[in-house]
């Protein structure tokens, strides 16, 4: 839980960034594997000679050898980026709507504490000032009560994460 807590924005910077990213990349896949049918040109091959054992036309013998699945090297690296910016995206918006709805079940101080000292890394004297431009009445003072805070944020997200 940390560890998700301690890598929210860089999941939340590169969910965005993949959100833009993998519309862009399947285009260019689609774009290319269009491209390669509309160019590929294979030899012919002269009536009556030896070997081949598919089609003698060539338009014939592509259409096959794209129908039986083959792809270049080059379009199978593509849709292996495209997979995993996927599954990296599927990684980031997991640790997101977790951490979300772990803030769900802590109230505004407790939120103020997790997310400038666990999520953002700020110091504890950070979150003090901070706690003190928030909550002037109410202020907490010393670390050893921002601990405490933090101690119990903690236990409320452990109990809604089911932990």
């Known amino acids: 839980m940390n560890r998700m807590l301690s890598d929210y924005r860089r999941c939340a910077a590169r969910r965005d960034f993949l ?13 290319e594997k269009e491209s390669m049918l509309e160019n590929a040109v294979l030899p012919g091959r002269a009536p009556g000679t030896p070997g ?11 259409a096959v050898k794209f129908a039986s699945g083959y792809q270049p090297q080059y379009i199978r690296e593509m849709a292996g980026d ?13 640790v997101c709507r977790c951490v979300d709805a772990w803030r769900t079940a802590l109230n505004e101080r407790e939120r103020l504490v997790i997310d400038l000292h666990v999520i953002g890394g ?6 003090l000032e901070a706690f003190a431009r928030r909550f002037p009445a109410t202020a907490i003072t010393s670390r050893d009560g921002l601990r405490r805070m933090k101690q119990r944020a903690m236990a409320k997200i452990e109990a809604a994460a089911g932990v």
């Open 19 to 31: 959100k833009a990213q993998i519309p862009l990349a399947e285009r260019q896949l689609a774009e």
């Open 52 to 62: 081949g054992g598919g089609p003698g036309n060539p338009t014939a013998r592509l």
């Open 82 to 94: 495209l997979r995993r910016m996927q599954d990296e995206l599927q990684e980031c918006d997991t």
């Open 122 to 127: 700020e110091s504890y004297a950070e979150v």
